[in-house]
């Protein structure tokens, strides 16, 4: 007896992806490569996906707290690059290697205070959420009249 294959001869259905599905299922990778300093740019290339897309669900408020760790980690390596380069200026470098070194420590100081300013600006301020009190500012001369007004109001009860 001979065993006969059957061959299904409905096509597969291709199911394509969206950009923003892509992002979502290497989501743990994307977050270690931002953590490995590298650019979204580098990311959007290695996954053929938009930047724009990568950096929606990036920031997406299930993956922000997850980003923002990754960042802190790449502004740390930064920081730790900064340090080597001000390390490696020896007494016989000239000048010119010097300033160089010293640049290029200054640029990835910038780069972590970019990646992380809560922690490496200097001039940073926390946004403060505003309540709901009802406070109304008004002019120095229009209060004393208000004060004015009331004092007479209260002298004549």
Not at 58 to 75: C, F, G, M, P, T
Not at 77 to 86: G, S
Not at 115 to 141: F, H, S
Request: charged residues 35%; neutral net charge; glycine residues 0%.
């Amino acid at each position: 007896m001979q065993n006969i294959a059957c061959i299904d001869k409905k096509p597969e259905k291709i199911i394509k992806k969206t950009q923003k599905q892509i992002c979502i299922e290497n989501i743990d990778e994307i977050i270690k490569l931002i953590s490995e300093n590298k650019s979204y740019k580098e990311i959007a290339e290695k996954f053929s996906v938009d930047q724009s897309d990568l950096c929606e669900v990036v920031n997406n408020e299930q993956y922000r707290a997850r980003k923002d760790i990754a960042l802190e980690i790449a502004s740390d390596i930064q920081v730790e690059k900064a340090r080597e380069h001000l390390e490696s200026i020896n007494s016989h470098d000239t000048n010119a290697s010097v300033r160089k070194k010293s640049e290029l420590s200054q640029f990835e100081l910038y780069l972590a205070k970019v990646k992380n300013r809560k922690k490496y600006d200097l001039n940073y301020r926390e946004e403060k959420q505003e309540t709901n009190n009802n406070i109304v500012v008004i002019p120095a001369t229009q209060a004393l009249e208000l004060l004015n007004k009331s004092k007479d109001t209260n002298k004549l009860d």
